[in-house]
Nanobody, 113 residues
Framework: QVQLVESGGGLVQAGGSLRLSCAAS????????FTWWRQAPGKQRELVAR???????YYTDSVRGRFTISGDNLMQMGYLQMNNLKSEDTAVYYC???????WGQGTQVTVSS
């Protein structure tokens, strides 16, 4: 059973950077796509980024060029580097696999303008 624990969120000013981490016990990056999602208040959870075992990546339009997804199978860790943050990036961020596993608690990212 995969367990997901997100960390690295916080309060940052617009234009700043954060690096989110995902500790994933039992995760197998070389067999599953890895994803980051986010959910802003009053909105549905949305897919932010996705990376395949061979490194093919996808980003939602609003973060492309600013965010970078990566994974380390040896360390069973996943990451989301977020640069040039904007107020609209404020949300709780979650990591997961494809197909999805039970969700973790997420990590709050708040960007002040």
């Amino acid at each position: 059973q995969v367990q997901l624990v997100e960390s690295g969120g916080g309060l940052v000013q617009a234009g700043g950077s954060l690096r989110l981490s995902c500790a994933a016990s039992g995760m197998i990056f070389d067999k599953n796509d890895f994803t980051w999602w986010r959910q802003a208040p009053g909105k549905q959870r949305e897919l932010v980024a996705r990376i395949s075992p061979v490194g093919s990546d996808y980003y939602t339009d609003s973060v492309r060029g600013r965010f970078t997804i990566s994974g380390d199978n040896l360390m069973q860790m996943g990451y989301l580097q977020m640069n040039n943050l904007k107020s609209e990036d404020t949300a709780v961020y979650y990591c997961n696999l494809v197909p999805t596993r039970p969700w973790g608690q997420g990590t709050q990212v708040t960007v002040s303008s």
